[in-house]
């Protein structure tokens, strides 16, 4: 759902903004103008290995601050973590420049540097200096505050040499790097808040996908996600993806229940001849084949919720729209503007940004104020409908059973589609499936 992905950054760019209170542009990155990443002949692949080397390099070095300076047994346990982890990592990135024969970008001027030009989130030599004069709270503070950061900078590489690189072995690890480390600023940030630290459960995926639009639980182990591309399988224990049927339609808006019938709306592919916007589509053979069910070439739903025979949608035009005969006929919905939608306990959840979280059931002229519950901007629920969940702005993710009394079941990072069984959530991004729950 093209909704959910731009909630999915704002759920990012929120966490970011509370992890590094926006000091990114404080933070001086590597200078690179010594000539070894101007080669045109160095790939994307070497070039993320020069880059990264230094940039956890960095990382051991803030690591080992640790051991004699941290005070508390969480700090101690991630910065341990974090050093044995990026030391093989380190070890193995030096192997594959000696294997391509590309030198390697001196670490120390890296460090130090000032100007950044590709080596986000690097720390300052003033900013070092901070950590080696520091010891005990303050220390644990500004280690998770500057690992987090840093952080952030190795995820924005990993994720350039997925869009540009080419072996396999370098994708694999930047995959790697993403779950890792997105699951360690999880934890740091948990520290900062006060919360339990609890590490983040994660799959990574491959191959990645270009965007998310939708996910529906589809077995004990899979999920069912719909994207720019079609409909995938995804296996959530080895991270495997793999393409279902031959429609490669851009799916905005898809739904659906286990076993059940699956639903989705727009835009037709490449090489299909079908109406543009697809309006709603249904499946009943698992996103196998697709049948059209009503306003084809009309409706361009880019959020949908399906409960049976009942579907909502929010049209791209503004509207929500109701069905009660499993999209044969539509009737005006709730005066909303909702980011996301769940049916529970038959009833129309929508998060909204204007009314908060409200809900609305056929025939009522007007939605309900749920008052006491969080602001979620991503609502899913369970596929047998005995749970809501929620996320709010800051990635904080809700459970309920009753619609009144909400629990945290815990945070995710970003987002780009969310789906749920009773106890566990799963919250999509085209690279990993975070895993909420137990």
Same mark, same amino acid.
């Given at each position: ?6 909630l999915?950054?704002t ?27 101007s080669d ?11 880059m ?16 004699s300076r ?14 044995? @982890?990026?030391?093989? %990592?380190?070890? &193995?990135? =030096?192997s594959?420049?000696?294997?391509? #024969?590309?030198?390697?970008? +001196?670490? /120390? ?56 690189g ?39 995926l ?11 639980v ?10 720019? @591309?079609?409909?995938? %399988?995804?296996? &959530?224990? =080895? ?5 279902? #049927?031959?429609?490669?339609? +851009?799916? /905005? ?13 727009g ?80 009833r ?9 979280l ?7 002229e007007s ?54 069984t009773?106890?566990?959530a ?13």
């Amino acid at each position: 759902m093209h909704a959910l992905r731009v909630l999915g950054a704002t759920v990012a760019a929120l966490v970011v903004l509370s992890a590094c209170g926006g000091s990114t542009a404080s933070s001086g990155g590597a200078d690179i103008s010594d000539g070894a990443m101007s080669d045109s002949n160095v790939s994307a692949d070497a070039m993320f290995a020069q880059m990264m080397i230094p940039h956890h390099e960095q990382a051991v070095v803030m690591a080992d601050l640790a051991k004699s300076r941290a005070s508390d047994p969480d700090i101690q346990r991630l910065a341990a973590q974090i050093r044995s @982890d990026q030391a093989s %990592e380190l070890n &193995l990135m =030096s192997s594959w420049l000696d294997e391509w #024969g590309v030198p390697s970008i +001196d670490g /120390m001027s890296a460090m130090g540097a000032h100007g950044g030009h590709g080596m986000t989130g690097m720390l300052t030599q003033a900013q070092l200096d901070m950590l080696v004069d520091t010891t005990g709270p303050e220390f644990d503070r500004l280690f998770a505050e500057y690992m987090i950061e840093h952080h952030f900078g190795a995820i924005s590489m990993a994720e350039g040499v997925l869009a540009s690189g080419s072996d396999p072995r370098v994708a694999k690890l930047g995959r790697e790097i993403i779950i890792t480390q997105q699951s360690e600023i999880l934890q740091l940030q948990a520290f900062l808040n006060g919360e339990e630290v609890t590490e983040t459960a994660a799959v990574a995926l491959a191959p990645t996908f270009t965007h998310v639009h939708g996910a529906v639980v589809s077995g004990a182990q899979t999920l069912l996600v719909g994207t720019h @591309d079609g409909v995938h %399988e995804v296996d &959530l224990q =080895s991270g495997a993806t793999t393409p279902v #049927g031959e429609s490669r339609d +851009d799916f /905005m808006g898809f739904a659906g229940a286990p076993l059940g019938t699956l639903v989705a709306s727009g835009h037709p592919g490449m090489a299909s001849s079908a109406a543009n916007p697809l309006g709603l589509i249904a499946s009943d053979d698992a996103g196998v084949t697709w049948r059209n069910v009503s306003l084809q070439g009309e409706v361009d739903f880019h959020v949908l919720a399906a409960d049976g025979s009942r579907i909502a949608g929010w049209d791209a035009r503004g509207a929500v729209l109701y069905s009660g005969d499993g999209g044969q006929t539509w009737e005006a919905g709730p005066e909303a503007l909702p980011t996301s939608l769940a049916w529970f306990r038959g009833r129309l959840w929508l998060a909204t940004t204007d009314q908060g979280l409200v809900s609305w059931s056929p025939g009522e002229e007007s939605v309900r104020s749920e008052d006491g519950v969080p602001e979620a901007v991503v609502l899913a629920s369970a596929n047998d409908g005995d749970a809501l969940w929620g996320v709010d702005r800051n990635g904080a993710v809700y459970r309920s059973t009753d619609g009144a009394e909400w629990a945290v079941a815990g945070r995710v990072l970003a987002l780009e589609a969310f789906t749920a069984t009773v106890n566990v959530a799963y919250a999509v991004t085209p690279t990993r499936v975070q895993i909420i729950g137990n």
